[in-house]
């Protein structure tokens, strides 16, 4: 199993472009997650979601929007990057069953605007 | 959600244990403590879960007291590759989108 797994790795952008961050999990989990962490800051919730055509905002969820179309798949999308989105992305998911609040992350996105 | 507080920073030498605390006064009834631990330029892993007393796996122990009001990750014989920053969290298996995981605890360990 792969596990969790994001696409890209490192990305730089120019103020005001767009582009979608791709996450994928090979465990069949229900809920999955997009964190941002900042220096010194832990990891910030920015959207979830609890299945399959469903997201909710989470802590941070101004400028991004998402889409969970398959249950494997959970994409991030920034309309129109601004510097302060500068940050590493995670990805993660959880089930149902199994260890209560255990979440698996993916190795996280290096974003960089400019 | 109850809020978590624990110390930004703790150092140690290889081979010390070393004791984290958290304090989640306002812990409800149906929530675990689990505690994450992430590695420079990695995603955070769980290390280990409880609810009430003493829990241990290979990794770590668990400390719960009776009063649930806090709790303490014991590193045990840390060595350098334990230099990472630690999580703790609270919440029931409910609480999926509302995990926070706050700034956590870089322990760093010297030789």
């Known amino acids: 199993n792969a596990g969790v797994t994001q696409t890209p790795k490192f990305r730089v952008l120019k103020t005001g472009q767009s582009m979608t961050l791709l996450c994928a999990q090979d465990?069949?989990?229900?809920?999955m997650y997009w964190y941002r962490q900042d220096p010194g800051m832990g990891l910030r919730l920015i959207h979830y979601?609890?299945?399959?055509?469903?997201?909710a905002k989470g802590e941070v969820p101004d400028g991004y929007n998402v889409s969970r179309l398959k249950k494997q798949n959970f994409l991030l999308g920034l309309e129109s990057a601004a510097p302060s989105q500068t940050s590493v992305y995670f990805c993660?998911?959880?089930?149902?069953?199994?260890?209560?609040?255990?979440?698996?992350f993916g190795p996280g996105t290096r974003l960089t605007v400019l | 959600l109850a809020k978590t507080t624990q110390p930004i920073s703790m150092d140690s030498y290889e081979g010390q244990e070393v004791n984290i605390t958290c304090s989640h006064n306002n812990i409800a009834t149906n929530d675990y403590i689990t505690w994450y631990q992430q590695f420079p330029s990695q995603g955070p892993r769980f290390i280990i879960q409880g609810y009430k007393t003493k829990v241990t796996n290979e990794v770590a122990s668990l400390f719960i007291p009776a009063d649930r009001k806090s709790s303490t990750l014991s590193l045990p014989r840390v060595s350098l590759s334990d230099t990472a920053v630690y999580y703790c969290?609270?919440?029931?298996?409910?609480?999926?989108?509302?995990?926070?995981f706050g700034k956590g605890t870089k322990l760093s360990v010297k030789p």
């Open positions: 993660a998911s959880s089930g149902t069953s199994g260890r209560n609040n255990e979440q698996f």
């Open positions: 465990m069949n989990h229900e809920y």
């Open positions: 979601s609890v299945g399959e055509g469903t997201t």
């Open positions: 969290l609270v919440g029931d298996r409910g609480s999926q989108g509302n995990l926070i």
